[in-house]
Nanobody, 115 residues
Framework: QVQLLESGGGLVQSGGSLRLSCTAS????????MGWYRQAPGTQRELVAT???????NYGDFVKGRFTISRDKAQRSVYLQLNSLTPEDTAVYYC?????????WGQGTQVTVSS
């Protein structure tokens, strides 16, 4: 069984920064693609950023250069640097890992941005 464990969420003031981390455990050698999604109350889960093993990145349109995704060489951990946060970034942030038919999700970490 594969598990993804997120950390790094919390409460920050508008304009502040956070760094989210996600590490995989269990029977997985590596993920082809890892990423972050978020979901605010009453909204659908949306893409924040993804990164492939080759380092190709994709960001949601709302990111606008504020966030940076990265991963370790073992392709079992992924990170998300959040800068210039606004209250609209308040959401639960979920880690995702995909490889073949495997599509794993973490439990989520809350990010709250106060005005």
């Amino acid at each position: 069984q594969v598990q993804l464990l997120e950390s790094g969420g919390g409460l920050v003031q508008s304009g502040g920064s956070l760094r989210l981390s996600c590490t995989a455990s269990g029977r997985i050698l590596s993920f082809t693609t890892m990423g972050w999604y978020r979901q605010a109350p009453g909204t659908q889960r949306e893409l924040v950023a993804t990164i492939t093993g080759g380092g190709y990145t994709n960001y949601g349109d709302f990111v606008k250069g504020r966030f940076t995704i990265s991963r370790d060489k073992a392709q079992r951990s992924v990170y998300l640097q959040l800068n210039s946060l606004t209250p609209e970034d308040t959401a639960v942030y979920y880690c995702n890992g995909r490889s073949g038919e495997l599509n794993a999700w973490g439990q989520g970490t809350q990010v709250t941005v106060s005005s």
